[in-house]
């Protein structure tokens, strides 16, 4: 097998391809191009969304040219994949405003130079289409029995599907067909529940431009899918209690993310190690080997360097030691500024707390306290009539409170 695809099958990145065997001659015999899509349908990506765009890097970095296709003409109808219900709408302007801010994360990650790495939008060719045209051309090619026999068409046909979603698998199909003429795009890559759309591309390539066997060996296309990742307890990697782990920190803290990655169970620390950064596998074994809270360090620090930049991953790593064991820097923990005067008044437990936003209500709070989850500085806190002042304060005027086990707010007095 290929070098390249030996790399994505050793840490984790292949569940099937349209046809290995050519695929991996296509690729010893020179560089190929390839691509990766996603639908802008809102403003941030989230972790989940970017397995294809390390497994990107990876091909990038075996001499292959990748395509990160943003999908602003595709997001106007919503992939039915994976998806239990038909996806809200939402503006065309607000799909644009989308793209922007993806390409601006996908480019701090991937390094977009327009050579070796460069982003398409979709609504470059799909935006001004002739239904009538495209139905002509493009939809003769596909089988009705046969789109139905695929998994995300099939799941979704129990609580229903609408009829602009059954077009998603020809517009993604004409995307491949599209990049293949366009740039020699020969390969498409992303998540096993893309497998039906992935598919129906490389056949679309055959019918529309094969014909002889030579024509056919010119054209031909592959599709190479990956695991969807789930965490070792069976749910879906990238979700919290919160929502998804977003890469936008506006969206989710730079503390909060690398907290997610520092508290994975340590059965997915190797897993994620290969998955989400691009330590040699040697190493990464030696790492897992050690102290399992050393290892989820190293994997929090890793990950969040490699999406929010190594000056914020030093932030988070001072807050996270400060937090759990004191050492550290404890200016970069969750900070929330309340007014020394409330304080000095005397502020129940319940309300400080609730101003920190470490309960969404105040009985959650009540509840926190009551089952001896929460602490101020160091302290369990059991009375929810306790009453706090300044004069509580530690040593450089401040309050560390702790929530459960993996939540801290420092409260700083203004």
Not at 126 to 144: E, K, M, T
Not at 293 to 303: G, I, P
Request: hydrophobic share 40%.
């Amino acid at each position: 097998m290929n070098a390249a695809l030996e790399t994505l099958k050793e840490r984790g990145f292949y569940q099937q391809c349209t046809d290995v065997d050519g695929l991996s001659a296509r690729m010893d015999a020179g560089p190929i191009t390839f691509y990766v899509g996603c639908d802008p349908t809102g403003p941030s990506l989230h972790i989940g969304h970017m397995v294809p765009f390390f497994a990107l890097r990876h091909l990038r970095a075996a001499g292959n040219t990748g395509i990160a296709l943003i999908g602003g003409g595709t997001a106007r109808i919503g992939d039915p994949s994976g998806k239990t219900e038909m996806r809200k709408m939402i503006s065309y302007e607000q799909i644009d405003e989308n793209v922007t801010h993806i390409e601006k994360q996908l480019d701090r990650f991937i390094g977009f130079d327009g050579k070796t790495a460069y982003t398409e939008n979709n609504k470059n060719w799909l935006a001004d289409l002739n239904y009538i045209d495209f139905l002509r051309d493009i939809g003769s090619c596909f089988s009705v029995n046969k789109m139905l026999t695929f998994e995300a068409y099939k799941q979704r046909l129990e609580k229903g599907l609408s009829f602009i979603e059954f077009n998603y698998q020809l517009l993604q199909s004409y995307d491949f067909l599209n990049l293949h003429q366009r740039h020699d795009c020969v390969l498409q890559i992303g998540g096993d529940d893309q497998w039906g759309n992935i598919t129906a591309g490389v056949d679309l390539i055959r019918r529309k431009l094969g014909g002889t066997t030579e024509l056919n060996k010119l054209h031909d296309c592959f599709g190479l899918t990956f695991p969807l990742v789930t965490r070792s307890d069976g749910k879906k990697m990238g979700k919290t209690e919160k929502g998804a782990i977003f890469l936008d920190p506006a969206m989710t803290s730079v503390f909060d993310f690398f907290q997610y990655w520092r508290n994975v169970a340590d059965p997915d620390v190797r897993k994620f190690l290969l998955l989400f950064t691009f330590l040699p596998v040697s190493e990464i074994d030696k790492i897992v080997a050690g102290n399992i809270n050393e290892a989820k360090e190293r994997l929090a620090y890793e990950v969040t360097a490699l999406i929010h930049g190594k000056d914020e991953a030093d932030k988070a790593m001072a807050g996270a030691r400060a937090a759990f064991s004191g050492a550290g820097d404890k200016t970069q923990m969750p900070t929330v500024e309340i007014a020394k005067a409330a304080l000095s008044a005397g502020m129940g437990v319940i309300d400080l707390f609730f101003e920190a936003k470490l309960g969404n209500t105040k009985s959650d709070v009540r509840r926190l306290i009551q089952q001896g989850g929460a602490s101020v500085n160091g302290k369990t806190i059991a009375d929810v009539k306790a009453v706090l002042t300044d004069k509580d304060a530690d040593d450089s005027g401040e309050f560390v409170l702790k929530a459960g086990k993996k939540k801290f707010v420092r409260v700083v007095l203004k």
